[in-house]
């Protein structure tokens, strides 16, 4: 049972204060999504750091004849991804819905730049069976500090030391001036087996019936505490694309175990501190 606890003035204007930063983050991402020469652009440019992952790819786009509201790009041929999912035996859903998940892994902690849109209509698979990748209106750079933080926040999951994690959330600007005395290191580690739950056994987890956003607005309300932990603006790009890789695992019963697939790239970031102890 969860006991309801009212919401503090303080924390009420803290709230209040981080959403004037969504709201631009909100409106820049909009007016982004818009520009189609920046689109060709990003395209152009995707194009290339693509060629770095084998059976993914993306139409190269035709400048001279872009304009800022008209894209012209060169053909690309194959099915939508829900589509093809549908069709396909369990095992070779499951490989393809991997190799989705891992392009959005490498992008964002490697590459530190991610494709926003993990819609389905915005990836064909092709007849060789290579991921084509559609729609860079919503592209959004990462620092990589940034993107290593969210792997030390993992490291310290697998390392069972929730009190340096409180220091990382300090650190890369959660809350509007959090400090540490604010966040218990004990319900810190509770709040991560809600939200982090795919990233704490080694094993394929089952998307579907996982319900983060609720469970984490659940222990919210007992622990109002956490109402301060509040995302920099620079992260809302990102949460939205955990939200729709998300969303179609749970539609296609995927099984993923992001947890190796998070491993294997802290230690490659060099971001891993010790044997993960799962």
């Not at 059976?55 to 894209?71: D, H, K, S, Y």
Request: hydrophobic letters at 40%.
């Amino acid at each position: 049972a969860y006991e309801m606890v009212p919401v503090t003035g303080v924390q009420t204007c803290a709230l209040r204060s981080r959403l004037a930063s969504y709201l631009a983050e909100i409106r820049k991402t909009l007016l982004e999504e818009s520009d189609y020469i920046a689109e060709a652009n990003n395209m152009s440019r995707f194009g290339e750091i693509l060629k770095a992952r084998e059976g993914v790819r993306c139409p190269a786009p035709v400048m001279e004849w872009t304009r800022e509201q008209v894209l012209v790009m060169e053909y690309a041929e194959g099915e939508k991804l829900d589509s093809a999912l549908e069709k396909m035996d369990p095992e070779a859903r499951a490989d393809l819905l991997d190799r989705w998940v891992a392009l959005f892994s490498w992008q964002f902690h490697e590459c530190h730049e991610m494709h926003g849109d993990p819609h389905p209509g915005n990836f064909l698979i092709g007849e060789e069976g290579d991921l084509i990748v559609l729609d860079f209106g919503c592209v959004k750079a990462f620092p990589p500090e940034l993107t290593d933080s969210l792997l030390d926040i993992l490291d310290t999951c697998w390392q069972l030391q929730p009190e340096r994690a409180v220091d990382i959330y300090v650190k890369m600007g959660f809350g509007e001036g959090l400090k540490r005395e604010d966040l218990d290191a004990n319900l810190i580690d509770a709040f991560h087996k809600i939200v982090l739950e795919p990233f704490l056994k080694d094993e394929p987890f089952q998307f579907e019936g996982w319900e983060p956003g609720l469970n984490s607005k659940k222990f919210m309300l007992s622990n109002p505490s956490f109402f301060k932990l509040v995302p920099p603006a620079d992260l809302l790009p990102y949460f939205r694309a955990l939200s729709g890789i998300k969303g179609l695992l749970a539609r296609f019963d995927g099984k993923v175990n992001v947890c190796r697939m998070a491993i294997e790239t802290a230690e490659r970031r060099g971001r891993l501190t010790g044997e993960p102890l799962l």
